[in-house]
Nanobody, 123 residues
Framework: QVQLVESGGGLVQAGGSLRLSCAAS????????MGWFRQAPGKEREFVAA????????YYADFVKGRFTISRDNAKNSLYLQMNSLKPEDTAVYYC????????????????WGQGAQVTVSS
């Protein structure tokens, strides 16, 4: 089992920045692909970004390219999502997830999920 806890969400104005963190405990963090997904009210959960075990492969959804950066620190068992130039449409609950090695962009490929962090972007 891997336990994941997100932090860093909050309310920010459009154009602002937030940094989400995900702290992992349990099994060896470096064994897992990690990803960020988000879900807005009334919408399906969607892929945001993913990173391979060593960090040498990174994937982004088209709508965040150039604005968001995913990173990980295996020594600290932590995953991060730096979000810049935030837009009101980025408002959602953001989830970190572990285990999606088969297809990092698909939520059902992930075995472990955090409880989510609310990000609200005001216009």
């Amino acid at each position: 089992q891997v336990q994941l806890v997100e932090s860093g969400g909050g309310l920010v104005q459009a154009g602002g920045s937030l940094r989400l963190s995900c702290a992992a405990s349990g099994r060896t963090f470096s064994n897992y692909f990690m990803g960020w997904f988000r879900q807005a009210p009334g919408k399906e959960r969607e892929f945001v970004a993913a990173i391979s075990r060593s960090g040498n492969m990174i994937y982004y959804a088209d709508f965040v390219k150039g604005r968001f950066t995913i990173s990980r620190d295996n020594a600290k068992n932590s995953l991060y999502l730096q979000m810049n130039s935030l837009k009101p449409e980025d408002t959602a609950v953001y989830y970190c997830a572990g285990g999606g090695a088969s297809n990092p962009t698909v939520h059902y490929e992930y075995d472990y999920w955090g409880q989510g962090a609310q990000v609200t972007v005001s216009s």
